[in-house]
């Protein structure tokens, strides 16, 4: 079963509005910046995993109140 690890996820939310990542990336060496890129692809690949799952639980749920 996957972990809910919500202080990491807060930690990563303030990395990036904070300009940090932006500023690492700058400041990086070419074999770190496409690691960064890397990372955050497949972190937005997993946030539009996780619209579409909770849009399914919700339209689900709301099927269900229907009934």
Known sequence: MA???????LEWEEYLASGR???DFMYSPEERRHEILEFLEKMMDVAELAD?????IIFRK?????R
């Open 3 to 9: 972990v809910l690890n919500m202080p990491y996820l």
């Open 52 to 56: 579409e799952v909770v849009t399914g």
């Open 62 to 66: 709301g099927e269900k109140a229907g």
């Open 21 to 23: 990542l932006a500023e």
